[in-house]
């Protein structure tokens, strides 16, 4: 019963917003409106954290790569929806990198590292395409986008620093069950999509 409780209450805070980013009212496209959003986008903060700290649990270099592909292909999205493209499954696509990032952060998942950025790449060319078709219409979208990938890249720092930071056991148990958290908030959005 306190499960179905919680997925209801969870449900119905989670409805709606995935996408909508409410509470960010730029007149124009900015760089501040673009390095505000990911930051007011909880659906975005959450894969870009995660995607730090699953870089870090790859334990090779390389994987670090990861944190860079995923705001390059999100740079590439929204190009694609700044320009008039369009593709479906948008809303899919960022609920299914939630909930398989978390999956992947809470058991630790580590996988070939062309694997990893292709999978990222696709997730940020997902991400990226919502920046872009939330992009406030006016102004510079080069400095709007300049603006969004330098936060994805803070994000992404932070994410970095906060694998390396869980690599104690304690901590790490804390970073696996965060992305637990993650991987169902993912569904949780997939369930409303």
Same mark, same amino acid.
């Given at each position: 019963?306190?499960?179905r ?5 969870a449900?119905? !805070? ?6 909508? #980013? ?9 760089f501040?409106?673009?390095?505000? =959003? *990911?930051?007011?986008?909880?659906? =975005? ?10 870089? %870090?649990?790859?334990?090779?270099? *390389? ?7 995923? *705001? !390059? ?22 609920? $299914? $990198?939630?909930?398989?990032?978390? !999956?992947?952060?809470?058991?630790a %998942? ?8 292709a999978?990222?790449?696709?997730f ?6 919502? #920046?872009?078709?939330e992009?406030? %219409?006016?102004? $510079?979208m !080069? ?7 330098l936060?994805? /890249?803070?994000?992404?720092l932070?994410?970095? /620093?906060?694998? /390396? ?6 901590a ?22």
């Amino acid at each position: 019963m306190l499960i179905r409780s919680l997925f209801i209450i969870a449900a119905t !805070l989670l409805s709606g917003t995935a996408i909508a #980013h409410p509470g960010l009212h730029h007149a124009d496209a900015s760089f501040a409106a673009g390095f505000g =959003h *990911p930051f007011v986008g909880w659906d =975005h903060l959450l894969a870009m954290l995660v995607v730090g700290i699953w870089a %870090v649990q790859q334990k090779r270099l *390389p994987a670090l790569l990861m944190a860079l592909a995923f *705001p !390059l292909m999100m740079a590439v999205g929204a190009a694609v929806a700044m320009y008039g493209s369009s593709f479906g499954g948008v809303e899919t696509g960022i609920a $299914s $990198s939630l909930a398989l990032l978390g !999956l992947l952060v809470a058991f630790a %998942v580590r996988m070939p590292v062309g694997a990893g950025i292709a999978m990222v790449s696709v997730f940020g060319l997902m991400h990226g395409y919502a #920046h872009g078709i939330e992009a406030p %219409v006016g102004g $510079s979208m !080069l400095a709007y986008g300049a603006g969004f990938v330098l936060a994805t /890249l803070l994000l992404h720092l932070a994410g970095v /620093l906060m694998g /390396l930071a869980g690599r104690r056991p304690v901590a790490a148990m804390l970073l696996r069950a965060s992305g637990a958290a993650v991987a169902v908030t993912g569904v949780g959005l997939l369930a409303f999509t």
